[in-house]
């Protein structure tokens, strides 16, 4: 099981890994909700075509850190930013809630081994 911390967080935060074309053409399409968030990678833009429920998109660099963060209704599409290297995405109002701004670092550790030790 994959997980990210923020600064801000005092437990993991649950993380799904879309790091297949398969899964990140998926997305969370189709779903009601997601507990914890969805990382997308490599991506460099998302939409919410065919999306149930508003989402939070965090736009990180090479290092996990913060670059953007937008909330966007169903039906939108995201500009394409070419610094990006990953999108996270979780249920509107759920990455305020974590702390995950601009400029901030993301510890994601996947299998117990972070993505840097690979």
């Given at each position: 099981m994959a997980t990210f911390t923020t600064?801000?967080?005092p437990e993991p935060i649950p993380l799904e890994l879309a790091d297949s074309g398969r899964a990140r053409r998926r997305g969370l399409l189709g779903r009601d909700g997601i507990e914890g968030?969805?990382?997308?990678?490599?991506?460099?833009?998302?939409h919410t075509f065919g999306m149930r429920f508003a989402i939070d998109?965090?736009?990180?660099?090479a290092n996990a850190r913060v670059r953007a963060v937008r909330t966007m209704r169903p039906g939108r599409v995201g500009l394409?930013?070419?610094w990006v290297r990953s999108?996270?995405?979780a249920e509107a109002g759920a990455l305020e809630r974590?702390?995950?701004?601009r400029?901030?670092?993301l510890s994601i550790r996947a299998?117990?081994?972070t993505p840097e030790a690979r």
């Open positions: 600064p801000q967080t968030a969805l990382l997308l990678t490599p991506a460099s833009s998302v998109v965090a736009y990180l660099d394409t930013r070419p999108v996270l995405e974590w702390g995950v701004r400029g901030v670092r299998d117990d081994v």
